[in-house]
């Protein structure tokens, strides 16, 4: 089998989006040698992660040729010429996106939707971005032979928002890179504390800094935590939200407390995850919340928010608090680092909660909706 990826950013992304296209190639070269996987981006600069991807003996980058179409209008529109020239069996849009003249292209084509925030919390977004993905993310749905959900939180969105079949919605967990599998021995985690100057003891918390992520349900608890225990938080600063953090943080008078890092290197999220004595996630609003498994595989107990996916991330594994709840908070942080909640056995059912997010088995999932995408496009022929 011939399969296309949109590659845009598996290539530009280094965080969530990207990540899971990298992983989801890396995972099907590895599991599937037999078959072809043609990488289609409209830019490309190779780094260490990419060459690895290109180091597969059937992988392959595709640019924009020469003459014609190029960026955002091949991606769009040119990139279906390609397709047919290369004959491609399938294509795969990774990141919620395909070609607007996929249909018209006459291919079976597949695309992820990872989530539809833009609609559930549309404060977080301009009036131009909303509709800019509302056009194009609500097209793809339409358009794809087969749509595939992230979570089946995602799923009944995406059939209550935009009329989707639910027999044509497949629901394919993602697993995490398997780097957060492996437990570091002592002297690496003491390598990496000192070389990234981690705190001593410290709560961690990844993601952007945005208003959703709900940074500020973890600073307002940071008080009633022993005054010895810092607040990590990694993620990239956006649209001014860490400047309102600090000012809570001031007011509660625990700016000291909080560490600000956005420039840890992905190779080493594993090591800062596996320092912390616990890991929050209270977003308000998720696809699926990787940094849950990702925190769950790194052995560590996990304190997360209720009222989107995240207690699929997290099965029985972890603690729950609403969104706006800095009492639960609090109390949920403090069992954990007092010993009163059952750390161990949190810890143990995690990484039970997570064997279910085999990459292996996301990989099979994913070709059997390959598979079924051809039929589908085939069956749908006059």
């Not at 208003?211 to 009633?224: C, D, G, I, M, Q």
């Not at 700016?255 to 890092?261: A, D, G, H, S, T």
């Amino acid at each position: 089998m011939r399969i296309g990826f949109d590659g845009k950013r598996a290539v530009s992304n280094m965080t969530g989006l990207g990540n899971y296209s990298r992983l989801v190639i890396e995972q099907l070269a590895l599991e599937y040698p037999g078959n072809s996987h043609l990488i289609y981006t409209p830019k490309l600069k190779m780094s260490p992660r990419l060459s690895a991807i290109d180091s597969f003996f059937n992988t392959e980058f595709r640019l924009p040729p020469e003459m014609g179409l190029t960026g955002s209008l091949w991606r769009s529109f040119g990139i279906t010429n390609h397709l047919r020239a290369d004959r491609v069996d399938v294509y795969h849009g990774l990141s919620n996106e395909l070609p607007l003249n996929i249909r018209m292209a006459g291919l079976p084509s597949v695309v992820t939707i990872h989530d539809v925030i833009y609609r559930r919390m549309p404060e977080c977004y301009s009036p131009i971005d909303r509709l800019i993905y509302d056009f194009k993310y609500g097209r793809s749905c339409r358009n794809a032979t087969r749509v595939i959900a992230v979570s089946e939180r995602t799923k009944r969105d995406v059939v209550e928002l935009y009329g989707i079949d639910p027999d044509k919605i497949d629901v394919i967990y993602q697993g995490c890179d398997r780097q957060f599998r492996r437990t570091l021995t002592e002297e690496e985690r003491r390598e990496a504390a000192t070389r990234l100057s981690l705190p001593e003891r410290y709560v961690l918390q990844v993601g952007t800094i945005e208003s959703r992520k709900n940074l500020e349900l973890t600073v307002r608890a940071l008080p009633y935590l022993p005054p010895d225990v810092k607040l990590l938080a990694v993620g990239r600063n956006r649209k001014g939200y860490q400047q309102r953090v600090e000012k809570i943080a001031g007011e509660l008078g625990v700016r000291e407390r909080i560490v600000f890092r956005s420039d840890v290197p992905f190779s080493d999220l594993p090591a800062v995850n596996q320092l912390a004595e616990a890991i929050v996630y209270p977003s308000r609003y998720e696809g699926f919340g990787i940094p849950v498994l990702e925190a769950l595989e790194s052995c560590r107990p996990v304190v997360a928010a209720t009222g989107s996916c995240l207690e699929e991330a997290g099965g029985d594994a972890a603690l729950y608090v609403a969104p706006d709840d800095v009492q639960g908070m609090k109390d949920a942080l403090n069992a954990i680092l007092d010993g009163s909640a059952p750390v161990a056995q949190m810890i143990a059912k995690g990484k039970a909660h997570a064997s279910r997010f085999n990459n292996g088995n996301m990989a099979t999932s994913l070709l059997t909706t390959y598979v079924q995408a051809i039929r589908d496009h085939r069956d749908s022929r006059p």
